[in-house]
């Protein structure tokens, strides 16, 4: 199946198994519109990749790890656009949870989501419980209080930041959770697969700093010109347009001369420069280099 | 080692895993706040309690169970006293934690200890991982957006509302994974222990009931005759003080009643007898039944 509709299958049938008519109206309907429909699913289809790249022989493990991974990435969204932290009205092109459905059933939805993150792998452990086990604990820390997308969030209340570690917290985290985790679920070994991760994240940003100064609003489904707006660092304030967009070149080639050997390195390889061409926005693929 | 102590123990011991020099500090004394000083910490000790019924034969993996429930607990209660729900001032007889850290730290607490719950439980693995993820179902499942604390809250936003169903979620779930929890974590079946945890789920909120209506804020940290002075059901209301005493005493019987077969059965009903009694403030335990 392709990756897309693998994923967005997984996570129908993740949200399914909470939305019964037993549970809270308001509540699963804040949880699936807060999944659906989705952006480009870039960290769960990473994990594929590489579960593919290790023979993914336990697709079912696969599956809710990038479930759980793609379900953890939304919770934070939602909470991130929470009135207390940037009150955006806007996510994907469509009003934020907290403005379709009121500021409770937004942060229920975000713990709740947080929760179905755990209960999905925990469901799919089958004959394998060590590699759950393994992936609750890549995945909880990549969502935690120390180096986790939490920590990087609240590194936004803190007056002295380290902008590398508030990044590598707030993005490079569950990126690296995507590659460790697609490791884990194929019972490969996970640790040498969190460098491919972790450049991927830092190429992700910047490709996000490029949309942000010449995307088309649009097409993002948010506002533009941010990072400018609230004097933010960004790799396009730094390097200007050109420099950054070589930025990202360079982290995509480290990306690839990363990966480990694996049965798929080759093919993982290929797959790596293919997709980092879908970070980018037209507009800036156009740049020349 | 006292229960009391003990898990005081487990979850300063997990508290410390983030709370190092790399974490962000606000968020780690947030989540430190929130569970330290504690309250009577009922659940975990009725999970201690159980999985001593059923020999505890991991302790290591017991600690971690009975102080991932106590951290999700501490995490409702972050999240239940924000703005937007009961926007509560005082918690335990101090601030509570958005008026203590602010409200974005405090969402963050929440969604931080949530996570932590679930990696305290991958860390106490070991040599069975098959156990640890039995607990992770239990420990999601009545947290969860179905049947448990987040579906509870989330039914406070419909209009149409079963005060059973409410109370079971709100109150019940986290009751219920006390005792399943307590018996996974030993190795025995979970199953059978449910009745057990969900009616002294029920005791325990006729007792907060009582204690609403005739305990001393100042021993119990919170302001009292909230549920006339809103409108919300409670026993007391229902069936009076001595009605709703004679009800607390009817579902410990029928909690004793209801203990599974296991070799500490015999000392688990005299510690629920005597647990149940402490569930009450003098003043209601003075009143004649």
Redesign the interface.
């Known amino acids: 199946m392709e990756p897309l509709a693998r994923i967005n299958r997984a996570i129908e049938a993740s949200i399914d198994?909470?939305a019964?008519p037993?549970?809270?109206?308001?509540?699963?309907q804040a949880?699936r519109y807060a999944v659906f429909p989705g952006g480009a699913r870039v960290r769960p289809r990473l994990c594929y990749a590489v579960a593919e790249a290790c023979l993914d022989d336990r697709p079912e493990i696969t599956d809710a790890a990038a479930t759980a991974i793609e379900l953890l990435h939304c919770?934070s969204l939602v909470?991130d656009d929470?009135p207390?932290?940037d009150d955006a009205d806007y996510r994907r092109g469509k009003p934020s949870v907290h403005k379709a459905f009121?500021?409770?059933?937004a942060?229920?939805a975000?713990?709740?989501l947080?929760?179905?993150a755990?209960?999905t792998?925990?469901?799919s452990?089958g004959a394998h419980?060590?590699r759950?086990?393994?992936l609750?604990?890549i995945v909880?820390?990549s969502?935690?209080?120390?180096?986790?997308i939490?920590?990087g969030?609240?590194?936004?209340?803190?007056a002295a930041i380290d902008l590398e570690?508030y990044q590598r917290a707030k993005t490079g985290a569950l990126f690296a959770a995507a590659t460790e985790a697609g490791a884990a679920a194929a019972g490969a070994s996970s640790q040498s697969w969190r460098t491919l991760g972790e450049i991927l994240g830092e190429a992700y940003q910047v490709a996000d700093d490029l949309r942000d100064a010449v995307g088309d609003p649009y097409d993002l489904g948010k506002p533009i010109g941010r990072d400018e707006a609230l004097d933010r660092p960004s790799a396009v304030r730094e390097l200007g347009l050109f420099g950054a967009k070589a930025r990202l070149k360079h982290k995509v080639a480290q990306a690839a001369a990363s990966i480990p050997d694996c049965p798929g390195a080759e093919g993982l390889r290929a797959s790596i420069h293919l997709e980092a061409g879908k970070f980018l926005p037209p507009e800036i693929q156009r740049l020349a280099a």
Chains 1, 2 share one sequence.
């Open positions: 198994t909470v019964g037993s549970s809270p109206p308001k509540l699963t949880m919770a909470h929470l207390c932290f009121g500021e409770e059933i942060v229920l975000g713990d709740g947080i929760v179905l755990f209960e792998l925990s469901r452990a419980p060590a759950i086990v393994d609750i604990g909880s820390r969502v935690g209080a120390v180096h986790g939490t920590a969030q609240a590194w936004e209340s803190e570690v």
